[in-house]
């Protein structure tokens, strides 16, 4: 009798003890603390995700065009560009004119990917914990602020260079000439690769916002072990 207790006894502790331990196993490590730099890592591949699921969507045909979120609509010195053309019958040309904005967007963004991976291999978060305890695109609003300036110079000429690769530059150059022969019209003549440059940025931290959030309110989308020790702790 005493023997069959001691077998139950030890059949009850070793799965008790095989319960704990899966208890202890969901944990964050540590207890719940990860140090700063644990927390950094997780939140550059976040960011290294958002630029893989996300940002590549934009460099496919329509990624920019048929996208609501990122799609470049003209400036507002070329609106009344547009309702002029649209207003002598030119609708068609308008459409291509802005569609071919956009064609450069995507062609740039293709050939600028490395400089956005580059960007987040060497950010370093200076209050990695308070960022991960912050909104849902607190990591790339601070990849934004520290790297939109400096992204903006290396990405201005890849944009110049999409604008004759696409045709975009002629499509313009004919669509502003037609406008400008319009009676009674002021001529226009804007910068459009710093304003495509600007846009195209912006979409790029846009769509790598799209990814964080994901990571942040969905389990499912922390496909790592490290994503998922670091997120846990802002859940």
Known sequence: MKKSLIALFTIFTLTSC???QGVVDSLPQGGGVLSNADIAAGLRQALD???DK???KLTQTDGFYKNELVKILLPAELQKVDKGLRDIGLGNLADEGLKALNRA????????TPIFVNAVKDITFTDAKNI??????????YLTNKTQASLYD????VINNSFSKVGADEIWSN??????????TNDV?????????SEALKGVYTMIAVEEKEIRTKVSSRTTDLLRRVFVLQD
């Open 154 to 157: 290396k990405f201005h000429p």
């Open 105 to 112: 967007a995507e062609d740039a963004v293709k050939e600028a």
């Open 175 to 184: 669509l502003i000439n037609r406008y400008n022969a319009i009676p009674f």
């Open 189 to 197: 003549n804007p910068d459009l690769t710093d304003y495509v440059t």
């Open 54 to 56: 996300q940002v590549t």
């Open 49 to 51: 995700f958002g630029i």
């Open 132 to 141: 991960l305890l912050g909104s849902d695109n607190a990591a790339t609003q």
């Open 18 to 20: 095989a319960e704990l």
